[in-house]
T-cell receptor, first 112, second 116 residues
Framework: AQSVTQPDIHITVSEGASLELRCNYS??????LFWYVQSPGQGLQLLLK??????LVQGIKGFEAEFKRSQSSFNLRKPSVHWSDAAEYFC??????????FGTGTRLTIIP | DTGVSQDPRHKITKRGQNVTFRCDPI?????LYWYRQTLGQGPEFLTY????????KSRLLSDRFSAERPKGSFSTLEIQRTEQGDSAMYLC??????????????FGPGTRLTVL
């Protein structure tokens, strides 16, 4: 069975500081991995995805993520956060074009 | 792309009533998914379609829930005899097999259901 763990329920960082959100997954084959962001009351917006190839993937809004097979991790990073990055972040795993399994999310708060 | 749209955005109903939600996927996408998200949780898979065929249903989808995609375009999700536990955000997503968007699910804004 596939599963995703996001160990950090809530993270607070100062504007301009760096950010890393953790994601660990369990999946029987080569995973398709995703990071989505959700603002309050809204749907999910895709930040980035990993299917194969280069293990460091670039996404929108200056985000990147690194796939580490040995650690079953797909952590999201940003070198300098902006106040507009405050939101809920979800990691997801699944086969292509089939159901996704999501983590419980990490809520990001930005302080001035 | 015009994006995935959902209607209504909000629905308040009384316990025991039936409700129906609509999802319009991105036009060239042949797969359509429904998820449910409760407060403080990530989305949970309910069901998905390829064209008009329903390929998989979660055990979360009790017999009070039914989903259809009659012409392989828009989809409806109906909940009969609503219960307070059905209160949640219902999210729709779609995906395609074309190379540049392969396997990526694009989500709509969701329908927020409140059962009183």
């Amino acid at each position: 069975a596939q599963s995703v763990t996001q160990p950090d329920i809530h993270i607070t960082v100062s504007e301009g500081a760096s950010l890393e959100l953790r994601c660990n997954y369990s999946y029987g084959a080569t995973p398709y991995l995703f990071w989505y962001v959700q603002s309050p009351g809204q749907g999910l917006q895709l930040l980035l995805k990993y299917f194969s190839g280069d293990t460091l993937v670039q996404g929108i809004k200056g985000f990147e993520a690194e796939f580490k097979r040995s650690q079953s991790s797909f952590n999201l990073r940003k070198p300098s956060v902006h106040w507009s990055d405050a939101a809920e972040y979800f990691c997801a795993v699944g086969p292509a074009n089939e159901k996704l399994t999501f983590g419980t999310g990490t809520r990001l708060t930005i302080i001035p | 792309d015009t994006g995935v749209s959902q209607d209504p955005r909000h629905k308040i109903t009384k316990r025991g009533q039936n409700v129906t939600f609509r999802c319009d996927p991105i036009s060239e996408h042949n797969r359509l998914y429904w998820y449910r998200q409760t407060l403080g949780q990530g989305p949970e898979f309910l069901t998905y379609f390829q064209n008009e065929a329903q390929l998989e249903k979660s055990r979360l989808l009790s017999d009070r829930f039914s989903a259809e995609r009659p012409k392989g375009s828009f989809s409806t999700l109906e909940i009969q005899r609503t219960e307070q536990g059905d209160s949640a955000m219902y999210l729709c997503a779609s995906s395609s097999w074309t190379s540049d968007k392969f396997g990526t699910q694009y989500f709509g804004p969701g329908t927020r259901l409140t059962v009183l």
